[in-house]
């Protein structure tokens, strides 16, 4: 098993800047892909971005390339999520997830953490 659990969420204002993390606990996961999904309400999950724990190379949604940076800190077993420049429309949801081959599809991802929220004022 592999437990995750997301913090760092919060109230921010449009422009504003959050880090979210995501502690990695369980079995060992360092070939594991990481990811970051999201879900506003009313809508779809979607994909945000994803990180190699063994490589630390990194995929994102096109949408938010350039403003969301995914990291990780192996001695500490976290995965990060930078968000920058955030709009009202990054409010949501945002939940890690973990599997041994990750992709673009929530379906492909067996972990989940519990999500922290995110809110952009305008």
């Known amino acids: 098993q592999v437990q995750l659990v997301e913090s760092g969420g919060g109230l921010v204002q449009a422009g504003g800047s959050l880090r979210l993390s995501c502690v990695v606990s369980?079995?060992?996961?360092?070939?594991?892909?990481m990811a970051w999904f999201r879900q506003a309400p009313g809508k779809e999950r979607e994909f945000v971005g994803v990180i190699s724990w063994s490589f630390g190379s990194t995929y994102y949604a096109d949408s938010l390339k350039g403003r969301f940076t995914i990291s990780r800190d192996n001695a500490k077993k976290t995965v990060y999520l930078q968000m920058n420049g955030l709009k009202p429309e990054d409010t949501a949801v945002y939940y890690c997830?973990?599997?041994?081959?990750?992709?673009?599809?929530?379906?492909?991802?067996?972990?989940w953490g519990q999500g922290t929220q995110v809110t952009v004022s305008s």
């Open positions: 369980g079995r060992t996961f360092s070939s594991y892909a």
């Open positions: 997830a973990a599997d041994q081959v990750g992709g673009q599809s929530g379906a492909e991802y067996a972990y």
